[in-house]
């Protein structure tokens, strides 16, 4: 007897198992709990980064700490580290996570409408304060070389350099929203919306 | 049918499959059990991207071997018996000789499952794909794994 017929030969029902739609259920209640976990923790990862960049940014005003339009700039770009910080921070205080266990749908739903409030903000004020952001540091190291607003508003090349760009980067922000949309976060949110439809199915 | 249903459904036409699969991989009884959960658990989830113009056997297939790669790096930490590093187990489900598990044992896991693909009468074509290697490299790897089979084998 050769090898195939040896291999044909063995009686693969000997180790019969069953495997049910209850099962397909406990797998994705399973599923769902390590997956609520990930996308919490990469939401947190997030407000971290977001504190440090707001505790980090002022400290560039002690750079040139005498130039006062140099530090108006630099509070231009904290200003919307503080918006991002304060609106996650006002979300998390918010935030009950349901027990895994017990209330997975819940624990599901409390997610999702964390995850799509935070990316629903950051949509929004990266369109609006992109902008700002970008005038805030051009601006902010043409004044570092010491060069006053005045002087930069009384010549028109500058002007037009400045508005110019910044009006790029107006239109560059509907696209720079869609490439910061994490792709991890998306297929997370996706696949959570799945298991949801799949859980609360009678 | 809801997707669920759907993949119960073809869970329990590939029974016998993965059943291979976990004799293929794993040797005692309860590591094959842990395997298999392990199949289905990931099945389950990669289950929304499988496109069906790939055979569902085939797909579970690669899914199967991926899986049981991914449990042998753990294997190095927790000991997980396994055909290629462990002896052989008292706890076999399957009513089988020891020369064929000896000969398999021979294998690495992925040409284990190219030989076994070949056995079950998939083509080269289908095999290159489930293991991600040329048509040409898996003919010229069956030809190899044949010859090694064939000192062993008498």
């Known amino acids: 007897m050769d090898l195939t017929e040896r291999w044909n030969a063995i009686d693969w029902q000997a180790s019969d198992f069953s495997f049910t739609p209850a099962d397909v259920l406990a797998a994705t209640r399973q599923q769902s709990a390590g997956d609520v976990r990930q996308l919490l923790q ?4 997030l407000y971290f980064m977001s504190i440090g960049f707001l505790v980090g940014t002022p400290l560039l005003m002690f750079l040139k700490p005498q130039e006062p339009e ?16 304060g609106f ?4 998390f205080v918010r935030f009950r996570l349901p027990d895994l266990a017990q209330q997975p749908t819940e624990a ?12 629903a903000f950051h949509t929004s004020i990266i369109g609006f304060m992109t902008p700002v952001v970008f005038l805030g540091s051009l601006l902010g190291t043409l004044t570092y070389g010491g060069t006053r607003f005045a002087q930069l508003a009384g010549n028109p ?22 490439k910061l949309m994490n792709r991890q976060c998306v297929a997370l ?3 959570l919306d799945e298991q949801l439809r799949i859980l609360t199915t009678p | 049918m809801a997707l669920q249903d759907e993949f119960v459904e073809r869970i329990q036409e590939h029974r016998l499959l993965l059943n291979k699969l976990v004799f293929l991989y794993a040797d005692q009884a309860e590591d094959r ?24 056997s085939t797909w579970l297939y690669r899914l199967g071997l991926n899986v049981a790669l991914t449990m042998l790096a753990q294997a190095k930490r927790t000991q997980f018996s396994e055909l290629t590093d462990g002896p052989p187990g008292d706890g076999n489900q399957f009513e089988t000789d020891d020369q064929l598990q000896v000969v398999l044992r ?37 030809h190899r794994i044949r010859q090694k089979i064939g000192q062993l084998w008498t």
């Open chain 1, 108 to 119: 599901i739903r409390a997610t999702l409408h964390l995850a799509r409030s935070i990316n």
């Open chain 1, 88 to 91: 996650l921070t006002r979300q």
């Open chain 2, 106 to 142: 021979q294998l690495g896991p992925i040409d284990r499952t190219l030989l076994v693909m070949s056995m079950e009468g998939y083509n080269d074509v289908e095999i290159s794909e489930t293991l991600g290697i040329s048509p040409g490299n898996t003919r010229t790897k069956l």
């Open chain 1, 157 to 178: 090349l500058v002007v037009g350099i400045v508005a110019g760009s910044t009006l790029l980067v107006m239109g560059l922000s509907r696209w720079l929203r869609r």
């Open chain 1, 189 to 191: 949110i996706q696949r």
């Open chain 1, 42 to 45: 990469t939401y947190r990862r």
């Open chain 1, 70 to 85: 140099y530090v108006l700039c630099i509070g231009l770009i904290s200003f919307y580290w503080v918006l991002v910080v």
């Open chain 2, 33 to 56: 059990n842990d395997l298999r959960q392990e199949i289905l658990l990931q099945a389950w989830r990669s289950y929304p991207n499988y496109r069906a113009e790939a055979r569902f």
